[in-house]
């Protein structure tokens, strides 16, 4: 148990499809990010909320929508993706945004795009 | 901005060998670094961090790393490796303040029998 949820842990969607990806921490941190792993590039950073408001957006495309109801719950909604978004999307969380210690990750969710 | 660089995408030891991961760092201000692991199918699990106390820092699993600001360096380190430490791992550095985390590229582990 890792502390970070995300679900689902596999996607498999077409490109005009609406779907998705939640995270959940009970670890009592403030921030939360959406991260992009594709193979073979650097993690990249999507999306940065601190308690609940959206500190960061890395000039990601509108067709990836985040939504942070309460500092537990983070989601990444989709729509009208492209092949090349296929990927595996991570979630942390830290105790601040910014802050030092370290992230918290999921274990991710394996998204396939067709 | 800081920046992380891994040397290596791909390095394999013998099992019992010595681990060396390469990372070097570009930060303006005295950085942060971090050293995670990730399994197959998993997410990153933090194994060390350095925060401007030792230089020399431990981790989990027997790893160390060690900050060496004139070479810009914070290399991973492990002794005797083992097949269970065969995964992918991330350097990543942070300035002081409120900047998110930035990863190298990553550097693939594969320990041989």
């Known amino acids: 148990e890792t502390g970070v949820t995300q679900t689902p842990r596999h996607l498999v969607m077409g490109m005009t499809n609406k779907k998705s990806l939640k995270c959940e921490q009970h670890l009592g941190h403030n921030a939360m990010y959406w991260y992009k792993q594709s193979a073979k590039k650097p993690l990249e950073l999507m999306f940065v909320y601190s308690l609940e408001e959206r500190v960061e957006n890395n000039s990601v495309p509108s067709r990836f929508s985040p939504e942070c109801p309460n500092s537990s719950h983070l989601f990444l909604h989709l729509h009208t993706l492209q092949p090349e978004d296929s990927a595996l999307y991570l979630c942390?969380?830290?105790?601040?945004?910014?802050?030092?210690?370290?992230?918290?990750f999921g274990s991710g969710t394996r998204l396939t795009v067709v | 901005a800081q920046s992380v660089t891994q040397l290596g995408s791909h390095v394999s030891v013998s099992e019992g060998a010595l681990v060396l991961l390469r990372c070097n760092y570009s930060?303006?201000?005295?950085?942060?670094l971090f050293w995670y692991v990730q399994y197959p199918n998993q997410g990153l699990q933090l194994l060390l961090k350095y925060t401007s106390a030792a230089t020399l820092v431990k981790g989990i699993n027997g790893f160390e790393a060690e900050f060496k600001k004139s070479e810009t360096s914070f290399h991973l380190t492990k002794p005797s490796a083992h097949m269970s430490d065969a995964a992918e791992y991330f350097c990543?550095?942070?300035?002081?303040?409120?900047?998110?985390?930035?990863f190298g590229k990553g550097t693939r582990l594969s320990v041989i029998a």
């Open positions: 942390a969380s830290s105790r601040q945004a910014g802050e030092n210690y370290g992230y918290t």
């Open positions: 990543a550095v942070s300035d002081v303040g409120n900047t998110p985390l930035v």
């Open positions: 930060s303006s201000v005295p950085p942060y």
